[in-house]
């Protein structure tokens, strides 16, 4: 065969492989076209489809209540108690089928698939960005607590990977009071007094990079760093948090101080970037408002959104639905409210819980959501009685908002 009848042989064969590639892309775009992301309909109340309690009041603590709640890929999510521990609860596949019947109150839908016990309060947690459970390996998560070092633990078998010690100047552990990831999932930002530590996730150990966020002319931002948050976009920006009341954006490759931005009424406990990375959604302690700031006009803020927290000292998280349109978030009066981020209006609200709604976080892609809910009770003593404490947690996860599949 010559050179030249294999390359006739080989033009009448081009429209064959042609057409199946055009077939092929037919075929992609049908699949497409079949599937789209599930419309959630804030309008029409949720249901409950499980509900836990009973695992968090033990006999040796009767009084445990939720501090929060965090889904990573979907498959799970983590749960935060006052009994320091954690809590990793595995969603079942037909999960957004499943719907509990009212008289399952008094009982848990199913116990926990893994307890990790801390020694001290946890101050904050964190999964690993790229967490997926059919990958063994990135199924860990990052704890801190007082008087002891940030901890990575293995979500499935809940033993301890490895540890990240910080040191003060006389040469003790200090305690993060904040961390996070970052996108790219090979650092630790932790957050200080005054400072901001980063470690290098495959180095554990006391090897860290310190950044100071006061500089020596006393500008920067002050306080104790409550709370950090990632540009989800790749942009290299990150969000710090302060108890002092204000919130800072700096550069993740040389911690250069972008902004710093002032407005909320209490220190800051939460950050978090919208799906498009423009804009940043802060909310505080005491602080019924959660600010909107537009990242690239920081004179004033966007608008503000309501909530219930002006009498509570917790934490109070909220959380942005996957396709970045709505935020959701609860209160200390046990209603979850949901705003329209395009106009900053709301939309709806429904009643998660009889006590404060501490967390709330959506599922990434299925039409569900999460929340914790519980707060510490003082009640008032009898004669010649100590003073009684009384706690309450509920956690009810997998509320799943009114749906509407196209």
Known sequence: MSVTEAMEEGEEEQPNSGDEAEEIEKEAKQVEEEYSWPVIRFDVPPHRTYHFCRQFRTPSNPNNFLKGVKSPDGSCFLSSSDDNTLRVFALPENGSDHQESVGDEAADAYSASNVVSEGESIHDYCWYPYM?????????????????????????????????????????????????????????????????????????????????????????????ISAIAFCPTHTGMLATGSYSQTTAIYREDNMELLYVLHGQEGGVTHVQFSKDGNFLYTGGRKDPYILCWDIRNTVNTVYKLYRSTETTNQRIFFDIEPIGRHLGTGGQDGLVHIYDLQTGQWISCFQAASDTINGFSFHPFLPMAASSSGHRRFGIPECNEDLSVDISGVMKTALQCGVSHI
């Open 132 to 224: 997926s459970a059919s990958d063994p390996v990135t199924c860990v998560f990052a704890s801190t607590t007082r008087d002891h070092p940030i901890h990575l633990w293995d979500a499935a078998s809940g033993e301890l990977r490895c540890t990240y010690r910080a040191y003060d100047a006389m040469d003790e552990i200090t305690t993060a009071f904040s961390i996070a990831f970052n996108p790219a999932g090979t650092k630790i930002f932790a957050g200080y007094n005054k400072s901001l530590r980063v470690f290098d996730v495959h180095r554990p150990g006391r090897d860290f990079e310190q950044y100071s966020t006061v500089k020596g002319n006393k500008e920067g931002q002050s306080g104790i």
